[in-house]
């Protein structure tokens, strides 16, 4: 009798397969069914955005901030601008502010609803999908309605926001909020609590918190492994002190803190979080004033640096601008939060099988325009 | 018609050639070209099912047809045959590397297990081409022939992808053989015959003669089949030989065009043979639920066809609802769960037919 000898095999998943969410290439070593060691090579969507950003004025960065986490665009264009006006020291008025909390909530809604989404088709459900992509297609209508854009907005200036809320937003938001929180209950019935979903999730690549603190990754992966950490609530920016919301945490509820359930259902009950401050913002934000009154005439910051940080869908977005006193920023360097995330993924994904791989990759909720900038 | 009868009336059709080799042939072909056409009507119509059906449990229209000039026609009824149009109009391309004969060969095998097993099922009283003293046994025979064809295209394609998907449905499909094999042995000791027609004719006498609701146990029977038969066919929530967010496309990543369609149209021929087998072996088969009313011929082919709409309906309806099964997962299933239950299930069947029979 012979021994058998296996090798192991070296398997590139992407640039071009379905679920790695963009251009991004996992180089792993495979026995079987089981990985061995996982290596995330990226680069495959660089477009020099931080080299650009050094040749163009601060306003015309706006629509590159755009481009990043295209997913989450408004988010983007919301770290942006609140860096740059702490830099120049500049106030917005109360409606803008409104108006732009309003924005970046509903844009989480529509990335949460698509991650989560995309999610479940990782893990081969095809119908929470579409459900999913229904819903968040009436928010993109909203912003539609509002600058445009559908999906790249270079709505948020600094100063102020492009475009006034079109007549009506308020009803129509109202609307979109009483018809989407039943929705919540529906998704949950037909993927969160589903046995085999559960079963593909549970217990799955579990981030201990002490490890995704290490790697600095933030946003959901990091609240779902039990840490409560929201820079909309540890270091308010923008108007955030004022609405009342929680900061869901994961709890290992079908089985251990920090695994792909967790994960996912953070981001459930944030949609939920996010519903709630949406409401609240709508019924307080003032009537009138105007959008354009703080525009800068020319947007030159004073000799200095920033760095500041905002809590997109994905976690803490962080800019640190440099200015020498002229229009054009001398640097400009973005903190993203899919980056981290996307860090991590070689810690967590050893040791599993093929398909928990793309399940514990599909978790992470990342974003290959972030990544690679 | 069964092929000895059209042998006899070909015989009397032309009486110079009787009993000669040639009208042989030809009452063998006839039955074989109406049963691809079929397999063929059957694929056309179940994927127009299967993408209505995904439609409306998405929300969504599904392929539709609107205004004049070259479009899907009313309620998108001829996407199918355009589809098929495009599959046969697409460049045939075989990978440099790949091993050539077996790649070109893995459809035909695939397709040859899930046609020649057609031959046995019957879908009236008198509509079936040949029944066999042992059918259902042809039948499940001739099912797991197809798997050879799945490892032969995942390995000859010489893709990673592939070679994952092959071996997996090897494991999944070999496996899931076992329990399904087992619960249709619980219909073959109700009914002490193993011909297909013989099964079906001892379910007369309405709805409560049917075999899954003559015991308990043939009741989990019928369960632990449809479920197990599902895995076989490659379906959600057992599809992870194409898995296609893990495995690109399974086996079939390295093929197109009509290459390609052959898995496709053996995937549906399939859905209609094990859907077929469960609906003689446990509904009844084309006994009317009711006995006396829409007894006759007709209504048998009627019942039949219905009783394997909803089956395969039902297959869809999974498909769309359910997430995927990782493969350890899977095995655990079939090994742990159904393989035991189908076990216990034949003798509590031997008891049953011992104390009530």
């Known amino acids: 009798m012979g021994v058998v000898h296996g090798e192991e095999m070296v398997l590139n998943i992407g640039p071009q397969h379905p679920s790695t969410h963009g251009v991004l ?215 955030y002190d004022k609405f009342e919301f929680d900061v869901p945490v994961g709890d290992g509820g079908k089985g251990t803190l920090g695994d792909c359930w967790d994960r996912y259902y953070v981001r459930m009950l944030e949609v939920r979080e996010s519903v709630k401050i949406l409401r609240q913002a709508l019924a307080q934000m003032p009537k009138d004033g105007d959008v354009h009154q703080a525009l800068p005439k020319k947007i030159r910051p004073p000799k200095g640096s920033i760095y500041s940080r905002t809590e997109t869908p994905r976690g803490d977005l962080g800019f640190y601008i440099e200015s020498d006193g002229s229009p054009i920023p001398s640097r400009v360097k973005m903190r993203s939060p899919a980056f981290t995330a996307l860090a991590v993924l070689g810690e967590l994904a050893g040791g599993w099988m093929m398909s928990d791989v793309i399940s514990i990759l599909g978790s992470l909720d990342i974003v290959l325009g972030e990544i690679d900038r | 018609m069964t092929v000895d009868q059209l042998f006899n009336w070909l015989n009397t059709l032309v009486p110079a050639m009787e009993n000669s080799g040639l009208l042989l042939v030809v009452a063998i072909l006839i039955p074989c070209l109406a049963l691809f056409l079929v397999v063929a009507v059957n694929a056309i119509v179940m994927v127009y099912a299967e993408r209505k059906v995904s439609a409306f449990m998405q929300d969504r229209m599904g392929p539709m047809g609107q205004g004049v000039g070259l479009h899907a026609g009313k309620w998108g009824l001829l996407q199918t045959v355009a589809d098929a149009l495009k599959l046969l109009t697409k460049e045939d391309i075989i990978p440099e590397k790949a091993d050539k004969f077996l790649f070109i060969l893995a459809p035909f095998v695939i397709f040859i297990g899930a046609f020649v097993a057609i031959i046995a099922v019957p879908f009236g009283e008198t509509v079936i081409v040949a029944d066999f003293n042992i059918g259902i046994f042809y039948i499940l025979a001739m099912g797991s022939l197809g798997v050879i064809g799945l490892i032969l295209a995942g390995w000859s394609s010489n893709n990673k992808w592939s070679l994952y998907g092959g071996m997996r449905s090897a494991a999944q499909i070999v496996s899931y053989e076992i329990p399904a094999g087992l619960s249709l042995i619980v219909v073959i000791m109700l009914t002490e015959t193993l011909s297909m027609q013989g099964i079906i004719q001892y379910q007369e006498g309405g709805m409560f003669n049917w075999i899954i609701f003559s015991n308990p146990f043939a009741f989990v029977a019928f369960f632990i089949y449809f479920i197990s038969v599902v895995a076989e066919t490659n379906r959600t929530p057992f599809d992870i030989p194409e898995a296609e967010s893990e495995l690109v496309g399974g086996f079939h990543t390295e093929y197109s065009g009509m290459r390609w369609s052959f898995f496709f149209l053996s995937e549906y021929a399939n859905m209609l043979v094990v859907s077929a087998v469960g609906a003689a072996g446990f509904l009844g088969g084309w006994h009317s639920p009711i006995p006396g009313y829409f007894d006759s011929n007709g209504w048998g082919v009627f019942w039949m066809l219905s009783k394997i709409v909803f089956l395969i309906f039902v297959m869809m309806w999974f498909r769309w609802t359910f997430p995927r099964l990782r493969v350890d997962q899977l095995m655990n299933i079939c090994w742990k769960v159904f393989l035991p239950i189908s076990l216990i299930n034949i003798f509590g069947v031997g008891f049953w037919t011992l104390i009530f029979g």
């Open chain 1, 25 to 239: 290439r996992l180089k792993v070593k495979t026995d079987g069914e089981i990985i061995s060691e996982i290596t995330p090579v990226i680069g495959y969507l660089h477009r020099c955005f931080e080299k650009h950003c050094e040749n163009v004025t601060y306003d015309q960065v706006i629509p590159y901030t755009d481009r990043c986490d295209y997913l989450a665009a408004m988010a983007n264009n919301f770290g942006y601008v609140v860096a740059v006006e702490e830099l120049m020291e500049l106030k917005v008025p109360e409606k803008v502010e409104y108006i732009r909390v309003i924005m970046a909530e509903f844009q989480r809604i529509a990335s949460h609803l698509l991650a989560l989404g995309v999610y479940g088709l990782d893990i081969g459900a095809f119908t929470p999908f579409l459900f999913m992509l229904r819903d968040r297609e009436r928010i993109l209508d909203m912003f539609e309605m509002t600058c445009g854009a559908r999906l790249l907005y270079n709505y948020m200036w600094v100063g102020g926001v492009s475009h006034d809320l079109p007549k009506g937003f308020v009803e129509t938001a109202f609307q979109f909020l009483d018809y989407f929180e039943p929705q919540i209950e529906e998704y949950n019935n037909l993927l969160t609590h589903n046995k085999i979903f559960v079963e593909r999730t549970a217990d799955i690549g579990v981030l201990p918190p002490e490890v995704a603190i290490s790697y600095g990754v933030s946003g959901p992966n990091l609240r779902a492994s039990g840490v409560q950490w929201d820079l909309r609530r540890n270091s308010p920016y923008s108007i």
